[in-house]
């Protein structure tokens, strides 16, 4: 990884900590495979630091700018998904 996560210098260290637990399972979703129950629970953590749909596609959109990796297409695939089913974007 030669790059870095979008982050705002107003969020705490708890939230910052969410945000990249969050890109890390989106990742691990492209290189491999994750529990959609792994990955849900780390977009719940997100979206209570990020709760706006707007700031949602802005901070998606700068870490695919620099990481290749769409957030958005692996919230549809879990969000379309059942428990026990494993998330992957190959």
Do not use: Q
């Not at 870095?4 to 939230?15: K, Q, R």
């Not at 969410?18 to 629970?41: L, P, Q, W």
């Amino acid at each position: 990884m030669n790059y870095n996560y979008p982050l705002s210098h107003h969020w705490t260290t708890e939230e910052i900590i969410n945000v990249v637990d969050f890109f890390r399972v989106v990742e691990k979703a492209y290189e491999g495979t994750i529990e959609r129950a792994e990955f849900m629970s780390a977009y719940n953590a997100f979206k209570k630091v990020v709760p706006s749909m707007a700031e949602e596609k802005t901070i998606f959109k700068e870490f695919e700018e620099v990481s290749g990796f769409n957030s958005y297409r692996v919230v549809k695939k879990a969000k379309e998904g059942n428990d026990g089913d494993l998330i992957s974007i190959n």
